[in-house]
């Protein structure tokens, strides 16, 4: 008897949920996507731009602020 339930409730179909209008579906999607591309610019405006970028500073900007991290773990 246990045996057939389970079988049961396996072979039952999905309830389908309600059908969406797909043109809100998209509208949806639309909505989102321009939201991303609006997040996407504002965060590009904070980058330096490759061309501009100089991996030598960078470098010692992070050497000079482990050194001073160092340094105030040490006590000095």
Request: proline share 7%; net charge negative.
């Given at each position: 008897?246990g ?9 039952r ?10 043109a809100?579906?998209?509208?949806a999607?639309?909505?989102?996507s321009?939201?991303?591309v609006?997040?996407r ?15 030598n500073?960078?470098r010692r ?9 160092l ?6």
């Amino acid at each position: 008897m246990g045996a057939l339930a389970v079988w049961r409730w396996f072979r039952r179909k999905p309830k389908s949920s309600p059908a969406l209008d797909p043109a809100d579906s998209l509208r949806a999607k639309l909505e989102e996507s321009r939201a991303l591309v609006d997040e996407r610019e504002t965060f590009e405006e904070r980058e330096t731009p490759v061309d501009e970028a100089d991996p030598n500073t960078r470098r010692r900007s992070v050497h000079e602020q482990a050194r001073a991290r160092l340094d105030e773990l040490r006590g000095e």
